[in-house]
């Protein structure tokens, strides 16, 4: 089970940084992504950090803003968001991801997501 949290409104050049609560898997033996969706748009891959959290991808669309982390003792993926745009708005998912990749992952795989909202 994924549980997400941490969303909410934020303004412009704003920052929140989502937690996910992972439970019911060896979540330290999974690699780990975040995906977003905006209302009426397909889901977007926004990034993935491997088992140990040493190695990172990212979005174009995020990178540079952005910065996926993981603490395997606490079971706990992180996206830490800054320079927050309005078309950052979405509900953001973290998913456990089949590979190191690129790719959204299928989305049984998914949580329940975290509203994010930026406007002024």
């Known amino acids: 089970q994924l549980v997400e949290s941490g969303g909410g409104l934020v303004r412009p050049e704003g920052s929140l940084t989502l937690s996910c609560a992972a439970s019911g898997f060896p979540f330290s033996l999974y690699h780990m992504s975040w995906v977003r969706q905006a209302p009426g748009e397909g889901p977007e891959w926004l990034s993935t950090?491997?088992?140990?959290?040493?190695?990172?991808k990212y979005a174009d669309s995020v990178k540079g803003r952005f910065t996926i982390s993981r603490d395997n003792a606490k079971n706990t993926l992180y996206l830490q968001m800054n320079s927050l745009k309005p078309e950052d708005t979405a509900l953001y998912y973290c998913?456990?991801?089949?590979?190191?990749?690129?790719?959204?992952?299928?989305?049984?795989?998914w949580g329940q997501g975290t509203q994010v909202t930026v406007s002024s």
């Open positions: 950090i491997s088992t140990d959290g040493g190695s990172t």
């Open positions: 998913a456990r991801a089949v590979r190191f990749g690129t790719t959204v992952p299928p989305r049984d795989y």
